[in-house]
């Protein structure tokens, strides 16, 4: 098992579709137990192939809480298969570090995935893990969850990120 670097925003990698997941070999198990040691690492509570640098749908999320994380789901070619209710909740993303907002999501979700050894399964959740589910599926279609809020707030966002960008580069530029 090896640490991946997480790609962050502005990388124009995460804004790329991935692609589905064919052939269930050791690689494709590597790359799972890689994403899993990176985000009980970072800690985070989701994590999506592409924030990892790999184009491939496969998600990976842990909601049950940092301390003692127990509800590791692994799901390969993850489809939401409906989705109700509404729910409104801050959200962050290993990809934006240190920013947070608030995005509308089905509070209920049903998914649809395959396990890394292609066995096909179904989990309904709500909660953490619903909105979870989303976020993650919406990285392989290249959508943050930034891209959710309205204009004027992904400007502001933009702004005050950015700017972090530049004060961060100028602190290791003077280390
Ligand atoms: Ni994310």
């Given at each position: 098992m090896a640490l991946r670097e997480i790609l962050h925003y502005p990388e124009p990698l995460l804004?790329?579709?991935?692609?589905?997941?064919?052939e269930f070999n050791d690689e494709?198990?590597?790359l799972a137990a890689d994403m899993v040691e990176t985000m009980y690492d970072a800690p985070g509570v989701?994590?999506?192939?592409?924030?990892?640098?790999?184009?491939?749908?496969?998600?990976?999320?842990?909601?049950s809480g940092s301390d003692a994380p127990?509800?590791?789901?692994?799901?390969v070619n993850p489809e939401l298969i409906s989705g109700d209710g509404d729910s409104l909740e801050e959200e962050g993303c290993l990809s934006v570090p240190g920013y947070w907002a608030s995005v509308?999501?089905?509070?209920?979700?049903?998914?649809?995935?395959?396990?890394?050894?292609?066995?096909?399964h179904e989990r309904?959740?709500?909660?953490?893990?619903?909105?979870?589910?989303?976020?993650?599926?919406?990285?392989?279609?290249?959508?943050?969850?930034?891209?959710?809020?309205?204009p004027l707030?992904?400007?502001?966002?933009?702004?005050?990120?950015?700017k972090m960008l530049r004060e961060k580069e100028a602190e290791n530029a003077e280390a």
């Open positions: 804004k790329q579709k991935s692609l589905s997941v064919t494709l198990k590597q989701g994590l999506a192939a592409p924030q990892v640098g790999v184009l491939q749908r496969l998600i990976i999320l842990d909601c127990n509800d590791l789901l692994v799901a509308k999501r089905y509070a209920n979700a049903t998914l649809r995935y395959q396990d890394t050894d292609g066995n096909v309904e959740a709500d909660g953490l893990l619903a909105i979870g589910i989303q976020h993650e599926i919406d990285h392989l279609e290249g959508v943050l969850f930034v891209d959710h809020l309205s707030k992904r400007s502001i966002f933009r702004k005050k990120y950015m």
